[in-house]
């Protein structure tokens, strides 16, 4: 149930903070993952054995999708799975950096049912369960009520706004702004410091199933880049991009796109 998963996704944020803390500008060992899939360090792979010692333990039923541990077919017969990133944003990391998460979320039949996204050195836990709203620290959290686009402010990296990605050959004329942390970037639109946030590649789902709900559940809409609903749990572990923002906007940005093939 949301309401249990929580607390456990919660506690486990923050021994994960705790243990990447501890690594943090430190001498520490990093690798570069094969295919260019970006770099790895020893706190990635640290917090991420905590995950499954603590989690596993506590919802043995449960199937398991995590950045750093071998995916397994497994877990797309289970009802529920931990979708996890053990620190998302480790470029930011191993540059110093403040600005990294640990995103956790669960997912019940594909839909995120309870989520955290946690900034440890900046002492900011967001976390949402289904039907219960969202939190900042525990004080609610709404996205903005910007109504037009071109009143609004977006987080996007900078590919995105290439012509051929939009129907009039060009972009809206929002203001553009940039976190390095995908689950950071649905954060901050989810607490209504940002109006809007899209990325148009396909997204590793661990990225960003906690910052769905969390969104969600701050009011805002979060989907693909053609507006179809997130589902998580899927054989490839990814979605078809991400567009999220209040309403208004979010549907402005998804109008704006050029459908996918």
């Known amino acids: 149930m949301p309401g249990t998963d929580l607390p456990l996704l919660t506690e486990a944020a923050h021994e994960a903070g705790r243990i990447a803390v501890s690594y943090f500008k430190r001498d520490h060992q990093s690798w570069d993952k094969p295919d260019g899939a970006g770099p790895v360090t020893e706190a990635d792979l640290a917090v991420n054995r905590m995950l499954e010692d603590t989690l596993q333990a506590a919802r043995p039923n449960y199937g398991w999708l995590s950045e750093e541990s071998e995916d397994s077919d497994a877990r797309l017969d289970k009802p529920h799975v931990f979708i996890l990133d053990p620190i998302d944003g480790t470029r930011s990391f191993t540059e110093g950096s403040r600005t990294w998460a640990h995103s956790f979320a669960v997912a019940q039949e594909g839909i995120v049912t309870a989520a955290v996204i946690y900034l440890p050195l900046l002492d900011l836990m967001y976390s949402a369960a289904a039907g219960q709203g969202a939190t900042l620290n525990g004080e609610p959290i709404s ?50 410091r940002f109006d809007g946030m899209l990325t148009l590649r396909r997204s590793w789902e661990w990225d960003i199933a906690a910052g769905d709900l969390i969104l969600r559940e701050a009011g805002g809409g979060c989907t693909d880049r053609n507006g179809a609903p997130l589902r998580f749990n899927s054989p490839s572990a990814q979605v078809d991009g991400v567009v999220a923002g209040g309403l208004a906007v979010h549907q402005a940005l998804t109008g704006a796109l050029k459908p996918t093939a």
């Not at 109504?147 to 051929?164: C, F, G, V």
């Open 143 to 192: 996205v903005s009520e910007t109504q037009l686009l071109d009143m609004a402010e977006i987080l996007s990296a900078r590919p995105n706004m290439d012509s051929h990605h939009w129907k009039e050959g060009q972009p809206p004329g929002f203001k553009r702004s940039y976190r390095p942390s995908l689950a950071y970037r649905l954060a901050l639109v989810a607490q209504g």
